[in-house]
C-alpha cells in the first residue's frame, strides 16, 4: 500500500517490517564469521515481531544466499551494509560519549536496542523517538526477555510528522545541553520538504557542542522515477516470491532532496562525511558495485554523515 499524510504501521507492515528486515539483518551479521557488531537482541526482537519469513531467516531455517541477486542488493550484501552501518553508528555514540555529551536521541528508533547494548557513560539518558506501536512492542517484548536499559531510557510514543519536538522536552530533554542525535535509515522514508523540516527542528534544539550522525540519501534530480520504481517493483515481486510481501517502491520518496551534509552546513554545523562502500571497506568488508551507466544510486554511494555543532 502507497504511503498516507497519516499511515501508522507496525513492525510486520509498510516502513515498520523494513525495521524487521534491518534486525535479522543485523542478527545474521551478529552471528557471521568475524563479526564487527554484536546485537544479542536482534533475532529474539525479530521472532517476538512473528514474521515467517524473518524468523527463518535468523534461526537459519533458510538459505539467505537464494535472497535479491539480481534483483537489488542480495542478502549477503545487506547483512554487511547493516553490519558497516550499525558499527558507524555505535562508534559516533561513543565517541559523543568520551566527548562528554550525556543526552542521546535516536529517531525514528525502530528495534534499535543500543539503549540496552551499548556502554553507555554513567549520567547519560537515551531519549527514543517513534510511533507508539513501535514503542510499546519493543519495550515489552525486550522486558519480557529480562533485558533491561544499560543507562537511563526514556521511550517518546510520537510520529516524527507531529509535534515531536514538544513532546521530548516533555520527556525531560533539556535543549541547553549538547545531545548526540542519529537519523539512522530514515530520510528515504520522509520526502524532501519533511527531511528540511526535521533537520531544521534537530538544529533548533541542538546546544552547542552537540553532535549528529545521519544517513544521507544521494540526491537524485534527474532520476527517471519510474524507471526506479519499475525496477523496485522486480524486487519486490522476487522477494514476495521467497515469503516476504513488501512493494518496496510504495514505501520510499524519490527525486530532489537536500544533501544531508551540505544543508547542515548551512545551519551551523560542521561535517564530515563517508560513502558506504568506504565504510565497508574501512571495516573490511566487500563494497558494492556501482554501475557508472545508472542513474539509480546503489547502497555503496549512501553517505554517513557526522556533524559538530
Do not use: C
Not at 545474521?28 to 564487527?36: C, F, K, N, R, V
Not at 537464494?66 to 562508534?91: E, H, K, S, V
Not at 530514515?186 to 538544529?203: C, M, N, T, V, W
Amino acid at each position: 500500500m502507497a504511503r498516507t499524510d497519516n499511515d501508522t504501521w507496525d513492525l510486520a507492515s509498510s516502513v515498520g517490517a523494513t525495521a524487521t528486515l534491518v534486525a535479522a539483518a543485523r542478527a545474521l551479521a551478529t552471528h557471521s564469521e568475524d563479526p564487527i557488531i554484536d546485537d544479542p537482541f536482534a533475532a529474539p526482537l525479530v521472532r517476538a515481531v512473528g514474521v515467517e519469513f524473518f524468523t527463518k531467516l535468523v534461526d537459519g531455517a533458510t538459505d539467505p544466499a537464494q535472497f535479491g541477486a539480481g534483483y537489488g542488493p542480495t542478502m549477503a550484501q545487506l547483512t554487511n551494509g547493516m553490519a558497516a552501518r550499525t558499527r558507524f553508528f555505535d562508534d559516533f555514540f561513543h565517541d559523543a560519549g568520551k566527548a562528554g555529551i550525556r543526552q542521546a536521541v535516536i529517531l525514528a528508533a525502530g528495534l534499535d536496542a543500543r539503549a540496552y547494548r551499548l556502554a553507555w557513560p554513567a549520567g547519560t539518558v537515551v531519549y527514543e523517538l517513534d510511533q507508539p506501536d513501535v514503542i510499546e512492542f519493543k519495550t515489552r517484548t525486550l522486558s519480557e526477555l529480562n533485558a533491561g536499559p544499560t543507562t537511563e531510557r526514556r521511550a517518546v510514543a510520537i510520529d516524527l510528522r507531529d509535534d515531536w519536538p514538544a513532546a521530548l522536552q516533555a520527556a525531560g530533554f533539556d535543549p541547553s545541553k549538547p545531545t548526540a542525535w542519529i537519523a539512522e535509515g530514515l530520510f528515504g522514508y520522509l520526502p524532501p520538504e519533511a527531511q528540511d523540516r526535521l533537520l531544521d527542528q534537530i538544529s533548533e534544539l541542538s546546544a552547542p557542542g552537540s553532535r549528529m550522525g545521519a544517513e544521507g540519501v544521494p540526491a537524485t534530480p534527474d532520476l527517471d522515477e519510474d524507471a526506479v520504481r519499475e525496477r523496485m517493483k522486480s524486487a519486490s515481486e522476487h522477494w514476495r516470491e521467497q515469503g516476504f510481501d513488501l512493494d518496496f517502491s510504495d514505501l520510499v520518496y524519490l527525486g530532489d532532496r537536500a544533501e544531508v551534509a551540505t544543508y547542515l552546513q548551512g545551519h551551523g554545523w560542521q561535517t564530515t562525511a563517508i560513502t558506504a562502500n568506504d565504510l565497508l571497506i574501512r571495516n573490511g568488508l566487500a563494497p558494492v558495485e556501482v554501475d557508472p551507466d545508472s542513474d539509480h544510486p546503489t547502497m555503496g554511494e549512501v553517505n554517513y554523515v557526522t556533524a559538530l555543532r
